[in-house]
């Protein structure tokens, strides 16, 4: 509708023209401008793409759980909008954000979902939320977000500062090429799991790609609720976080899946053993990484399914105690590994 500029349809603030529609899509509308006075009561879903012009004025939708903005002009992400039942919130490809605006965020206090993508321009993440990271003190927010998705935000430079909402589970960062640290507050400082600290974070899934310039983890140990790590293509990164290992007996750690490939700065592995939780470790084009040994491994381990190692020029002939189904595995892997020398 490449002509289509003002949409009036004079909803008043308790009835609506459209009080059942449930989805609504604007797609390629590059005139619309502005979207006056409409009272949705029943709308669930929205999406808007590729409509550069266009602005919200007065938008209600209670019920509106789940929105997408692709490809718009940033005023779209401001005040004058209802989102107060939003659980699920995507933006990507708006060029000129540069942060979220308060009087947008403020009432999104029952999101679960946050994903960005392809905004260039963005720069800064104290804008989320409120209360979304907790404090230092520990004192308890009312956030809820369970997953957040950052990806091609090449002016990023830092997450906010504070402990992450103790209801994230999954953190997903790709192609930032500029993020230098991630939050402090996802790690555990102390060296002893204690209640306290483990309600710090309860993330169980955190994959990093393609952020060139991340040196390292903040200080401290990933969280012991954490399964699933996947590092990959972060050229700098020189050190792995502590929480991967389990090296006594206060560290209980439940990692079932590492995966670390185009890594070039690593050098070593921290101290201590791969968690007995392990069933999956892939190793990839490192090749400056310490060798693994028999003493990594725990013999009672009986998840271990599987063991992927290429290109990894340190590693060494090794024996290891593996189960019957296992030796196989590793017989491939030796001979992948001769073969890329």
């Given at each position: 509708m490449?002509?289509?500029?003002y949409?009036?349809?004079?909803?008043?603030?308790t009835?609506?023209?459209?009080?059942?529609?449930?989805?609504?899509?604007?797609?390629?509308?590059?005139?619309?401008?502005?979207?006056?006075?409409?009272?949705l009561?029943?709308?669930?879903?929205l999406?808007?793409?590729?409509?550069?012009?266009l602005?919200?004025?007065?938008?209600?939708?209670p019920s509106?759980?789940?929105?997408?903005?692709?490809?718009?002009?940033?005023t779209?992400?401001?005040?004058?909008?209802?989102l107060?039942?939003?659980?699920?919130?995507?933006?990507?490809?708006i060029?000129?954000?540069?942060?979220?605006?308060?009087?947008f965020?403020?009432?999104?206090?029952?999101?679960?979902a946050l994903?960005?993508?392809?905004?260039?321009?963005?720069?800064?993440?104290?804008c989320l939320?409120?209360?979304?990271?907790?404090n230092?003190?520990?004192?308890?927010?009312?956030?809820?977000?369970?997953?957040?998705?950052?990806t091609?935000?090449?002016?990023?430079i830092?997450l906010?500062?504070?402990q992450?909402p103790?209801?994230?589970?999954?953190?997903?960062?790709?192609?930032?090429?500029?993020?230098?640290?991630?939050?402090?507050?996802?790690?555990h400082?102390?060296?002893?799991?204690t209640?306290?600290?483990?309600?710090?974070?309860?993330?169980?899934?955190?994959?990093?790609?393609?952020?060139?310039s991340l040196?390292?983890?903040?200080?401290?140990?990933l969280?012991i609720?954490?399964?699933?790590?996947?590092?990959?293509?972060?050229?700098k990164l020189e050190s792995?976080?502590?929480?991967?290992m389990?090296?006594?007996?206060?560290?209980?750690v439940?990692?079932?899946s590492?995966?670390?490939?185009?890594?070039?700065?690593?050098?070593?592995?921290?101290?201590?053993?791969?968690?007995?939780?392990l069933?999956?470790?892939?190793?990839?084009?490192?090749?400056?990484?310490?060798?693994?040994s028999?003493?990594?491994?725990h013999s009672?381990?009986?998840s271990?399914?599987?063991?992927?190692?290429?290109?990894?020029p340190n590693?060494?002939?090794?024996?290891?105690?593996?189960?019957?189904?296992?030796?196989?595995?590793?017989?491939?892997?030796?001979?992948?590994?001769?073969?890329?020398?």
């Amino acid at each position: 509708m490449s002509g289509w500029e003002y949409w009036e349809d004079w909803s008043s603030p308790t009835k609506s023209l459209f009080p059942c529609l449930r989805e609504l899509t604007i797609l390629s509308c590059p005139k619309l401008i502005k979207k006056l006075l409409t009272y949705l009561p029943s709308l669930t879903k929205l999406f808007v793409g590729n409509c550069r012009k266009l602005e919200f004025t007065l938008l209600r939708l209670p019920s509106l759980k789940k929105l997408t903005v692709d490809e718009c002009n940033e005023t779209v992400l401001r005040s004058g909008i209802e989102l107060t039942s939003l659980t699920e919130l995507t933006v990507s490809g708006i060029l000129e954000l540069i942060k979220l605006q308060q009087g947008f965020m403020r009432s999104l206090g029952g999101l679960q979902a946050l994903k960005f993508s392809e905004c260039e321009e963005l720069t800064c993440l104290k804008c989320l939320p409120d209360g979304m990271m907790r404090n230092s003190n520990g004192s308890s927010n009312s956030c809820v977000l369970e997953s957040l998705e950052i990806t091609e935000c090449s002016s990023l430079i830092c997450l906010p500062k504070g402990q992450l909402p103790t209801t994230l589970k999954k953190l997903i960062i790709g192609e930032c090429e500029n993020l230098k640290s991630l939050p402090e507050g996802m790690m555990h400082c102390n060296s002893i799991a204690t209640t306290s600290t483990m309600d710090m974070c309860a993330l169980e899934y955190l994959s990093l790609n393609m952020c060139p310039s991340l040196i390292g983890f903040p200080r401290g140990r990933l969280p012991i609720t954490l399964k699933e790590l996947y590092i990959s293509n972060c050229e700098k990164l020189e050190s792995l976080p502590e929480g991967i290992m389990h090296y006594d007996s206060t560290n209980v750690v439940a990692l079932r899946s590492l995966a670390i490939s185009h890594c070039s700065s690593l050098i070593s592995f921290p101290r201590g053993k791969f968690p007995s939780t392990l069933e999956g470790l892939n190793i990839w084009d490192c090749e400056h990484l310490e060798s693994i040994s028999e003493e990594m491994f725990h013999s009672t381990n009986n998840s271990f399914q599987s063991l992927s190692i290429a290109r990894y020029p340190n590693l060494r002939a090794y024996q290891i105690a593996f189960t019957t189904s296992q030796i196989y595995i590793l017989q491939i892997i030796k001979i992948w590994n001769y073969c890329l020398r």
